[in-house]
């Protein structure tokens, strides 16, 4: 199967994806580009339970976008810079391959059109 075998070799990008696919999560991305933050901190606009907050930030750090650090009690979050790049990569080459495909099309069709002009 086609899928199957594209998400053996693209492992990276299935966790990048999943990871950003949830409200929370991406939430909780918005509010540590403006900075680290403790996740008490991070857990508290959510109305979310601490263990929840925690399975989230597990997701995203499995996934690569984020790190984080604990000091004595307290474990505060950062975004790792570069970590949403593979995603935009991966986008801008499927847009790249459809804006190509719909040149050629575009291509065809004028031909077509001038055909029956003439």
């Known amino acids: 199967m086609i899928v199957s075998d594209m998400a053996k070799h693209e ?16 939430a909780i991305l918005t509010r540590l580009a403006e ?11 959510t109305g979310l339970r601490l263990p929840t907050v925690m399975k989230h930030l597990a997701v995203l750090e ?19 810079p570069g970590a949403l790049e593979p995603g935009r990569q991966w986008i801008e ?6 804006e190509a495909r719909l040149d050629r099309l575009e291509a065809l069709v004028m031909r ?6 003439t």
Do not use: N, Y
Not at 112 to 117: A, F, L, T, V
């Open 11 to 26: 492992p990276d990008l299935s966790h990048l994806f999943h990871a950003l696919a949830d409200p929370t999560r991406r």
């Open 35 to 45: 900075g680290p933050a403790r996740v008490t901190d991070l857990a508290d606009p």
């Open 62 to 80: 499995a996934a690569g976008l984020i790190a984080s650090a604990k000091d004595g009690r307290v474990r505060t979050c950062a975004l790792r």
């Open 93 to 98: 080459d499927r847009r790249a391959a459809w």
């Open 112 to 117: 077509g059109m001038e055909e029956r002009e």
